[in-house]
Every structure is written in C-alpha cells, then in structure tokens.
T-cell receptor, first 113, second 109 residues
C-alpha cells in the first residue's frame, strides 16, 4: 500500500490564483481530512469527510473548498489564493471511528506571493 | 471541546526515560487520548492511544489516571532519533480533532 499520497510537494502561487491540492489513499478509509500547519504551530483542521459525498468544515475552512466523489480521493481547492494561506498542508485518513489512528501524507508546502 | 495543555519543550539525554504529561481537564466520557510524533518536514505519526489505565506498545507507554484528566506518555531509553514534536490529542468526535502546539523534545548525546 502507498498509504496517503499528496501532490504536489511544493507549490508557489501568486495572490488570486487558484489551485487544487491532491490527496489520495489506498487503504479504503472512510474518514479523510485536511490540515494546515503554520511555522511553530500545531495542525489546524480545515475540512473533513466521513465518506464519499459527505464533507464538513473544520476549525479554519474559509478560503478552501473540498469534495469527496470517491473513497480514495479528497482534493482541497484554493479558489483565490492569499498570502495568509502560505502554509504546509497535510492530508490524513483514518478507518472510521473517531479517535482511531490517523495516517498522514507527506505534506504540500504552499507559498503564496 | 477538551483542550489539552502540554509543556512547550523538554530536554533529555540518550538512554534516559522521558515522561511527557498532558492535561485535559474537560475530557468527555467518549474521548480517547492519542499521541502523535512529528519530525520536521513530515506529517505526524501515530504513537499510542488509550482510554484508561495503562497502554504499552513497542515504542511507548501511556499512563492514564482514573479521573482521566491527564495522561503521561513515557518513552523508554530515548535516542537522538526521538528528537521530535509530540502532540497529545483528545478526541470527542472527528470534527473537533485539534492539535495543539505540542512538546518539542530535544535529545542530546
């Protein structure tokens, strides 16, 4: 199993540009989530999904959209990038029960100029 | 929402046992306590999870007192490679899974 994969690993955007961060998992996990981590900070939950077709907002959802059309994929969209969205983004998946072990991807380092 | 409090940093030497304590006074009945480890430029990695009393696996032990208002992660005989940030999480539900700033553990020779 590849586990949780994320692409790209690095990305530089200009203010106002849009892009999609990709996340995929091959473990057939129901729960997937997106976090952002700013320097010296812990991870903050952006959006999460409890299954295909079901998504909800986390702690810091503004400026981000998600969708979950399949169990495997959970893309994160930035519609109009802002410098405040400069961060490292992690995707994670977990089998299902809240509190279960989360498996994290390697992260995407995003810089918005 | 159960908020957690951990020391910002800890120092240790190779071969010593390290205990990191996390406070979670508002823990709910259904909450589990989970610890993660994070190295620079990597995603967090699950270490151990427990509900009450003591849990042990091949890398760590987790001690939880009867009132469950705190927990202690114990790392036996740490090595330089254990230098990392350690996060304590309390999970009342998936939507409110929150990572605090964690504890930066520095292991020296």
């Amino acid at each position: 199993n590849a586990g949780v994969t994320q692409t790209p690993k690095f990305q530089v955007l200009k203010t106002g540009q849009s892009m999609t961060l990709q996340c995929a998992q091959d473990m057939n996990h129901e729960y997937m989530s997106w976090y952002r981590q700013d320097p010296g900070m812990g991870l903050r939950l952006i959006h999460y999904s409890v299954g295909a077709g079901i998504t909800d907002q986390g702690e810091v959802p503004n400026g981000y959209n998600v969708s979950r059309s399949t169990t495997e994929d959970f893309p994160l969209r930035l519609l109009s990038a802002a410098p405040s969205q400069t961060s490292v983004y992690f995707c994670a998946s977990t089998p299902g029960t809240p509190g279960n072990e989360q498996f994290f991807g390697p992260g995407t380092r995003l810089t918005v100029l | 929402l159960a908020k957690t409090t951990q020391p910002i940093s800890m120092d240790s030497y190779e071969g010593q046992e390290v205990n990191i304590t996390c406070s979670h006074n508002n823990i709910a009945t259904n909450d589990y306590i989970t610890w993660y480890q994070q190295f620079p430029s990597q995603g967090p990695r699950f270490i151990i999870q427990g509900y009450k009393t003591k849990v042990t696996n091949e890398v760590a032990s987790l001690f939880i007192p009867a009132d469950r208002k705190s927990s202690t992660l114990s790392l036996p005989r740490v090595s330089l490679s254990d230098t990392a940030v350690y996060y304590c999480l309390v999970a009342p539900g998936y939507s409110t899974l929150t990572f605090g700033k964690g504890t930066m553990l520095l292991v020296s020779p």
